[in-house]
């Protein structure tokens, strides 16, 4: 069973590791602000200028002042700290990011992501997501594996015009988390229910499977 945006976003959270400075891109990435672990502390970056973001408000909690990059309303972390876009983008420009999660259009087998454009359809735009890839250690993209006809969305070349080259080190889906090395996707885990046949048939890149593929779980 193909994963829902929720549970997309459980298992990147499960990626965070104490002490990490990360920035959270539009859509699924921002869910995972929701779901940090217990036990660690990691500071959310957002490009608009607040580092330090918590989860999303309840309805008693919202500020229609306390934005995230996607204009969504959300809650400020204890030693949350506010500041221009010109310094949240030297921050990011600067390599003190440890890790981006990004969503994506198309990922190609040699780390090549394209994210900010379809040709003839209207989108929001590059915004951040050019410094964001160049500037952080370690990026993640979360996407769907194949578009709504079905055709793979993981490919051996990005048809697509590029937001970065050879810098995503793992995809994960709603069907498999992935890591990119040395010019293809190795699969790590899939999706509860989902078998390795079926990734395979919706990956039209290079996939490498060794031995048994463990489901993923999300503790």
Same mark, same amino acid.
């Given at each position: 069973?193909?994963?829902?945006?929720?549970?997309?976003?459980?298992r990147v959270a499960?990626?965070l590791?104490?002490?990490?400075?990360?920035?959270?891109?539009i859509?699924i990435?921002t869910?995972v602000a929701?779901y940090?672990?217990?036990?660690i502390?990691?500071?959310?970056? #957002?490009e608009?200028?607040?580092?330090g973001?918590?989860?999303?408000?309840s309805? &008693?909690q919202v500020?229609? &002042?306390?934005?995230n990059a996607?204009?969504?309303?959300v809650?400020a972390?204890?030693?949350a700290a506010?500041? #221009?876009?010109a310094?949240?983008?030297?921050m990011?420009?600067?390599?003190?990011?440890?890790l981006t999660v990004l969503?994506?259009f198309?990922?190609d087998?040699?780390?090549?992501i394209? #994210?900010?454009m379809?040709?003839k359809?209207?989108v929001?735009g590059?915004?951040?997501?050019?410094?964001l890839?160049?500037?952080a250690k370690?990026?993640?993209?979360?996407?769907t594996?194949a578009?709504k006809?079905?055709e793979s969305k993981l490919?051996?070349e990005? #048809?697509?015009?590029?937001?970065g080259?050879g810098?995503i080190?793992k995809?994960?889906?709603?069907?498999?988390l992935?890591e990119?090395?040395d010019?293809?996707f190795h699969l790590?885990?899939?999706?509860p229910?989902?078998?390795?046949?079926?990734?395979i048939?919706?990956?039209?890149?290079?996939l490498?499977?060794s031995?048994?593929?463990?489901?993923?779980t999300?503790?």
């Amino acid at each position: 069973m193909a994963l829902s945006r929720e549970q997309i976003a459980k298992r990147v959270a499960m990626e965070l590791q104490d002490g990490y400075y990360v920035n959270l891109g539009i859509g699924i990435p921002t869910l995972v602000a929701n779901y940090v672990p217990d036990g660690i502390e990691v500071m959310l970056q #957002s490009e608009n200028g607040l580092l330090g973001m918590g989860p999303y408000p309840s309805a &008693d909690q919202v500020d229609a &002042d306390m934005i995230n990059a996607g204009k969504e309303t959300v809650t400020a972390a204890t030693g949350a700290a506010i500041f #221009s876009s010109a310094e949240s983008f030297a921050m990011i420009r600067g390599g003190h990011v440890d890790l981006t999660v990004l969503g994506a259009f198309e990922v190609d087998q040699n780390g090549n992501i394209a #994210s900010w454009m379809i040709p003839k359809k209207l989108v929001k735009g590059m915004g951040g997501a050019m410094d964001l890839v160049a500037g952080a250690k370690n990026i993640i993209c979360t996407m769907t594996h194949a578009n709504k006809h079905g055709e793979s969305k993981l490919l051996t070349e990005c #048809s697509l015009p590029l937001t970065g080259v050879g810098c995503i080190n793992k995809v994960i889906t709603d069907l498999a988390l992935l890591e990119i090395k040395d010019g293809a996707f190795h699969l790590l885990e899939r999706a509860p229910g989902v078998s390795v046949d079926e990734i395979i048939a919706k990956t039209q890149g290079k996939l490498i499977v060794s031995g048994d593929v463990p489901e993923m779980t999300f503790s």
